[in-house]
């Protein structure tokens, strides 16, 4: 299949479309001064998040405690987290280079786009409209929209379905190793995104299709 015969881009939001930290480390440190701990540099947070909220505060009290939580810990600490978050999700969002222009022109192709984030999704109808993206998915699936999350396929395969579109012809775009695994279970094709958050790890490691360092770059692989 050319490249030029997808139909559907899948993304990915946090280090794929925008850069969430800045707001992620506010809400990890008003987590950790409730608990009574010192706060996280940034730099911390940028490095703990990817693989979801639960791990991002499992690590961010991992760091605070010098131990790993109990399960108690961890249960307060995330519902500390999540009220924290919710204040400022929205609130002064990045976004990466090129992704404003290039949503717009896949659009204007006649792609259509959903987003497949591990974020839970009552927080991401609220950064969509600030962001003014409200109207430009076809379908948003939060981390707890169904069962399971990234790295499983089922997310991706529930929005093929939804659109009914075959996977084959189907892009996902991400920026973990996550979205990768999840892409190559559901025989999706997958994009790489060098710039955003995979714990450190490069991503070229996950052995996506394409690794881009641009975003823009989807407009010349789509040819749009």
């Not at 899948?10 to 440190?29: C, K, R, W, Y």
């Not at 940028?46 to 909220?53: L, S």
């Not at 405690?65 to 307060?76: I, S």
């Not at 222009?101 to 259509?112: F, I, M, P, Q, S």
Request: charged letters at 25%.
């Amino acid at each position: 299949m050319a490249e030029r015969d997808i139909e559907l881009i899948q993304f990915d939001l946090d280090g794929t479309l925008i850069d969430s930290v800045p707001q992620l480390a506010l809400a990890v440190n008003r987590m950790l001064a409730h608990l009574g701990h010192e706060p996280a540099a940034e730099q911390a947070v940028r490095h703990w998040v990817g693989n979801g909220a639960d791990m991002l505060v499992r690590r961010a009290l991992t760091a605070a405690l010098g131990e790993e939580p109990d399960a108690g810990a961890q249960q307060a600490a995330r519902a500390a987290f999540d009220a924290a978050y919710e204040r400022v999700a929205d609130q002064g969002l990045v976004f990466y280079p090129g992704v404003l222009d290039t949503l717009a022109a896949l659009r204007l192709a006649g792609k259509k786009l959903a987003i497949v984030t591990n974020k839970p999704y009552r927080f991401v109808p609220a950064i969509l409209a600030a962001a003014g993206l409200k109207d430009r998915f076809e379908l948003v699936l939060g981390g707890d929209s169904l069962a399971v999350k990234k790295p499983s396929p089922e997310p991706l395969l529930h929005v093929c379905r939804e659109l009914d579109i075959d996977p084959a012809r189907t892009l996902m775009v991400g920026d973990s190793e996550n979205d990768v695994l999840a892409a190559r279970a559901a025989g999706i094709a997958v994009v790489g995104l060098t710039y955003g958050y995979n714990y450190g790890r490069d991503i070229a490691d996950s052995g996506p299709d394409w690794v881009m360092s641009d975003f823009a770059g989807l407009a010349t692989l789509l040819r749009v």
